[in-house]
């Protein structure tokens, strides 16, 4: 057996598994999409584009997903940057461990459990009455933008911090030595050494963040409460509750389109900031 047909036995299962669960299942969602709905729910064959001509009518669900997935990863960025770093950099290894677990210990959990509990803590019964203790009343949090946006940065800071964690916990340590040692400031050090070395670590976590938030359902239904949803949302309303899988099919092929675009642009992005990670390691 020659190195190349040896090569195409290794990767032979991986594409058998892609072709049946990824390019099957996409190319039956794309041909739905040209389909019109049956007169009882479901689907009928057809060519026709008034699916995505209707488009504009889920407009809202859109506008909230690419609203609140990219303010939900900028957030749990911010929240986890600093914890990864903590981690990775100052604590001592013998914690290390220890600290590690408690980050994953919310995925113990089921997602549903969780979110019911942001529930109670938002509601009526929880921080609003809180505040009306101190004089501050009529706040409404729950089954708004800020609930769901709480919900999705405590649902997937984990997936933010661990990619990080591991780009950080790489970093030579004798870089940020040499830095103090030439007489940088903290800050320049963590904008000219640290924050490019770990690049990657941010790509990698907001890539995982954002991509399962733009499919995201059950926090938006349970936090949003109906008045704030997200493609999720409705496509579940599409395929389950009105049936009509073909405008729920168009619906979900342009979700891809701009998963596609976004993340393309984002790539291209993060490639170029990788150039200054390279300058940081040639010197």
Same mark, same amino acid.
């Given at each position: 057996?020659?190195?190349?047909?040896?090569?195409?036995?290794?990767?032979?299962?991986?594409?058998?598994?892609?072709?049946?669960?990824?390019?099957?299942?996409?190319?039956?969602?794309?041909?739905?999409?040209?389909?019109?709905?049956?007169?009882?729910?479901?689907?009928?064959?057809?060519?026709?584009?008034?699916?995505?001509?209707? /488009?504009? &009518?889920?407009?809202?669900?859109?506008?909230?997903? %690419? +609203?609140?997935?990219?303010?939900? $990863? =900028?957030?749990?960025? @911010?929240?986890?940057?600093?914890?990864?770093?903590?981690?990775?950099?100052?604590?001592?290894?013998?914690?290390?461990?220890?600290?590690?677990?408690?980050?994953?210990?919310?995925?113990?959990?089921?997602?549903?459990?969780?979110?019911?509990?942001?529930?109670?803590?938002?509601?009526?019964?929880?921080?609003?009455?809180?505040?009306?203790?101190?004089?501050i009343e009529g706040v409404r949090l729950i089954y708004t933008p800020f609930a769901v946006t709480v919900g999705?940065?405590?649902?997937?800071?984990?997936?933010?911090?661990?990619?990080?964690?591991?780009?950080?916990?790489?970093?030579?340590?004798?870089? /940020?030595? &040499?830095?103090?040692?030439?007489?940088?400031?903290? %800050? +320049?050090?963590?904008?000219?050494? $640290? =924050?490019?070395?770990? @690049?990657?670590?941010i790509a990698t976590g907001c890539m995982l963040v954002f991509i399962l938030l733009m499919g995201e359902f059950?926090?938006?239904?349970?936090?949003?409460?109906?008045?704030?949803?997200?493609?999720?949302?409705?496509?579940?309303?599409?395929?389950?509750?009105?049936?009509?899988?073909?405008?729920?099919?168009?619906?979900?092929?342009?979700?891809?389109?701009?998963?596609?675009?976004?993340?393309?642009?984002?790539?291209?992005?993060?490639?170029?900031?990788?150039?200054?990670?390279?300058?940081?390691?040639?010197?």
């Amino acid at each position: 057996m020659t190195e190349r047909e040896r090569n195409w036995l290794m990767v032979a299962p991986a594409g058998v598994w892609l072709l049946v669960m990824l390019v099957l299942p996409l190319s039956v969602v794309l041909i739905f999409s040209f389909g019109e709905r049956a007169p009882a729910g479901g689907w009928v064959p057809a060519f026709t584009f008034e699916q995505y001509a209707n /488009l504009p &009518a889920r407009l809202t669900a859109f506008q909230n997903t %690419l +609203t609140l997935a990219p303010l939900g $990863t =900028l957030a749990a960025l @911010i929240i986890a940057y600093p914890l990864a770093y903590q981690l990775a950099v100052r604590t001592d290894p013998r914690w290390k461990t220890i600290l590690l677990v408690l980050v994953i210990v919310p995925f113990w959990t089921s997602i549903l459990i969780r979110s019911y509990a942001w529930i109670y803590i938002l509601g009526g019964q929880g921080l609003p009455a809180l505040l009306e203790i101190f004089g501050i009343e009529g706040v409404r949090l729950i089954y708004t933008p800020f609930a769901v946006t709480v919900g999705i940065v405590y649902g997937y800071l984990p997936l933010m911090v661990f990619p990080i964690y591991v780009a950080l916990d790489r970093l030579d340590k004798r870089l /940020l030595e &040499a830095s103090s040692d030439l007489g940088a400031w903290p %800050l +320049t050090t963590f904008l000219r050494v $640290t =924050l490019p070395m770990s @690049i990657s670590g941010i790509a990698t976590g907001c890539m995982l963040v954002f991509i399962l938030l733009m499919g995201e359902f059950l926090i938006p239904a349970l936090l949003g409460g109906g008045k704030v949803f997200f493609v999720g949302n409705a496509l579940v309303d599409l395929f389950l509750q009105s049936r009509n899988w073909a405008f729920g099919s168009a619906v979900a092929v342009m979700l891809i389109l701009v998963m596609l675009v976004t993340v393309t642009i984002y790539m291209r992005l993060i490639a170029r900031l990788s150039a200054t990670r390279e300058d940081v390691s040639i010197m």
